[in-house]
Every structure is written in structure tokens, then in C-alpha cells.
């Protein structure tokens, strides 16, 4: 089945230092999301890119969508504690409803 | 803004326990989603719903079911609760305009403990 693959895995980084995650798959996506979590919430979206090569920002998010349509990145500028989370990629894909895939997410960690 | 609640923040049941847990939103949106979050794993879907008394399964929908007999509502069901369903459980909502479906708005989630 469809699947996405987040790197790395895990960030432990200094506060102002800029973060810079992926994504990718074997398959092909429509839409790309970005999502944060924080401890003990859900999932809130940060950035959602519609078309190939197309690039947005969010404040200090940066998030494009791969040319091949099957990868996604994200970058955050001079991190903050508050930054501190997890970032889930997400594909959505039409089926017979637009279905969302989710990636493992990346855990944040920043140090004052 | 949009708004998802859930039931509980924190459940802890026994083996064998029928659990029912709530979700609601409070923006008139169609499609309502069940997902369980487990390490290293992301979000997987249970089941979804686009319309009231309607349901679709999700990936994993084993050991699941759900309910929605309002719009504003939508329930999972564990109908005899495994310790291998100890798990978050985030349930979701979005605007659906036409073909195209909006981005989905997560509740809180629901830490549930299986004994």
C-alpha cells in the first residue's frame, strides 16, 4: 500500500539554529500537509501545498512539493523552544474519498 | 474557529470492556474521521464517515466500529476491548465543497489504556 517516509527520524537541536525535515514515497500525491503536534494535543496543519514545484511559507515555515510529486520538505528558520514537537507529512490522494496517508513523524527537540 | 472535542482526554478500561468513545464538532462538517496513533507508526484510519448514517471503513478497522446518527457526532466503539487497542485515538473533521475535501481539524485525542 501507499506509504510515506519521514527523515530523520529524530532532531535534538539548538534554539536559532534552522530544522530541516522530508518526505517521500513511492507513490504519487495529489496534496501535501504538514502538521504539527504538540505533548498532548492533536495534530494541527501548518502548511498545505496543492501543486508540484509549488513552494509556501508560514511565518518561519518553509514547505515545498516535490517536482515528482512523491516527496514533500520542510524547513523552520532560527528555531524556537516553542517549536519543540512532533511533524507529521501527510499525502492525500483521490480514491473514492480524498484519503489523507500520514508519515511516521519527525520529533523536534530544541534547546534553549 | 474550528472546533473538535473528545469525550475523554484519558481512559483506562479492562480486557473484554465495551468502549464507546465521543467525538464532536462543532462546524457543520460532513466527513468525520477515527485514527489511532501509535509510536513510529503515525496516524492509521479506523473508519471515516461523510454523512450522517454513513461509514466507511479505514485501514484498520478490525476490533472497530462506529456510529453517527447526527451530523455534529460521530462515536467508536471497541465492542470488547484487547490490550493490543491501547493506544491515542484522534478523531477528525472536514469541510466537504464539492469534489474537494478540506483539510481535516483534530480534536484533543484520547489516551486509552487497556488492562
Known amino acids: 500500500g501507499q506509504q510515506l517516509n519521514q527523515s530523520p527520524q529524530s532532531m535534538f537541536i539548538q534554539e536559532g539554529e534552522d530544522v530541516s525535515m522530508n518526505c517521500t514515497s513511492s507513490?504519487?500525491?495529489?496534496?501535501w500537509l504538514w502538521y504539527k503536534q504538540e505533548p498532548g494535543e492533536g495534530p494541527v496543519l501548518l502548511i498545505a501545498l496543492y501543486k508540484a514545484g509549488e513552494l509556501t511559507s508560514n511565518g518561519r515555515l518553509t514547505a515545498q512539493f516535490g517536482i515528482t510529486r512523491k516527496d514533500s520538505f520542510l524547513n523552520i528558520s532560527a528555531s524556537i523552544p516553542s517549536d519543540v514537537g512532533i511533524y507529521f507529512c501527510?499525502?492525500?490522494?483521490?480514491?473514492?474519498?480524498?484519503?489523507?496517508?500520514f508519515g511516521p513523524g519527525t520529533s523536534l527537540s530544541v534547546i534553549p | 474557529d474550528v472546533k473538535v472535542t473528545q469525550s475523554s482526554r484519558y481512559l483506562v478500561k479492562r480486557t473484554g470492556e465495551k468502549v464507546f468513545l465521543e467525538c464532536v464538532q462543532d462546524?457543520?462538517?460532513?466527513?468525520m474521521f477515527w485514527y489511532r496513533q501509535d509510536p513510529g507508526l503515525g496516524l492509521r484510519l479506523i473508519y471515516f464517515?461523510?454523512?450522517?448514517?454513513?461509514?466507511e471503513k479505514g485501514d484498520i478497522p478490525e476490533g472497530y466500529s462506529v456510529s453517527r446518527e447526527k451530523k455534529e457526532r460521530f462515536s467508536l466503539i471497541l465492542e470488547s476491548a484487547s490490550t493490543n487497542q491501547t493506544s491515542m485515538y484522534l478523531c477528525a473533521s472536514s469541510f466537504q465543497a464539492g469534489a474537494r475535501t478540506d483539510t481535516q481539524y483534530f480534536g484533543p485525542g484520547t489516551r486509552l489504556t487497556v488492562l
Open positions: 501527510a499525502g492525500q490522494v483521490k480514491t473514492s474519498y480524498d484519503k489523507v496517508i
Open positions: 464517515s461523510y454523512d450522517v448514517k454513513m461509514k
Open positions: 462546524m457543520d462538517h460532513e466527513n
Open positions: 507513490s504519487i500525491f495529489n496534496t
